[in-house]
Structures are given as C-alpha cells and as structure tokens.
C-alpha cells in the first residue's frame, strides 16, 4: 500500500518541508513558494520544492535584505525550537563575511538617509508648504 511508496521512507525529506522545520520560513507554504519563485538555491541551481535534501547540500536561502549560504548538517522533516533547527545547518564563512560587510555598508548608508529623524512641527510644516506654492 501506501507504506512502499518512496514518499513515506524516512531516506529523503523534500526541500520545502526540511526549509520549513529548519525554521527559514514560517509555514511550509511560504516555503514552496520561494523555491518555485527561484529564490531559493540548491547546490548553485533552482531546484522543484519536491527536491530531495542530502547531507552535505549547500542552500541559498534569502534572510531579510541578505541571502544566507547554508550546508545541510541533517536532516529532519519536524519542525522543533529554534536551537534544534539551527543543528541542521551550517553557514558558509563566504556567507558571513557577506552579510557582515552587506550590514556595515547598510550601516554606514544609514548616516546619508534622505529620511528626517522625527516629523516636522507646525514651523516646519508651514516652510514646507510656503516652499511647495512658490512656483503657483
């Protein structure tokens, strides 16, 4: 029956279930979703969310503003607390000096942002709109 499908043996876990217990993303749909956008890398190349993950696998996975290089440590199809799943994977060095130079350069950006600190009081608001209506 059902027990000699290759689906049910423990020998493989799919790529979106093993993102999902390894708690890169929050459901497993969210999951499927990445890796059928092409967001999600498998050793280098767009893989099927029907993948199947091997130990020793390198995923690039995105992770806020930066992408996270991961190798697969083990594999588990259950979704634990956060400190199990971080037993799952190992991140490149490459990918951490990568996204500790991608947070000094966002660091450093933050200084020239275009953006105020706080909103502009009633002064300030007046300036802005007696600048707006000089060219009327």
């Known amino acids: 029956m059902k027990a000699n499908h290759p689906d049910n043996t423990h020998s493989g876990v799919r790529l979106d279930k093993w993102l999902w217990a390894a708690r890169f993303f929050k459901t497993r749909a969210l999951a499927r979703e990445a890796v059928q956008a092409g967001k999600v890398h498998y050793n280098g190349q767009r893989s099927k969310p029907s993948k199947l993950v091997d130990v020793g696998a390198i995923v690039r996975v ?25 037993t799952l994977y190992v991140e490149t060095e490459q ?3 990568t996204r500790e130079s991608n947070a000094q350069a966002r660091k450093l950006s933050a200084f020239h942002s275009p953006r105020p600190d706080a909103r502009p009081d ?12 000089q060219d009327t």
Do not use: M, W
């Not at 300030?124 to 707006?132: A, D, G, N, P, S």
């Open 95 to 97: 990918s951490i000096a």
């Open 122 to 133: 009633k002064k300030q608001r007046r300036k802005i709109i007696q600048f707006k209506h």
């Open 62 to 86: 995105p992770a806020g503003y930066d992408t996270k290089e991961v190798e697969v440590v083990q594999i588990s199809d259950q979704r634990r607390n956060a400190t199990l799943a971080q």
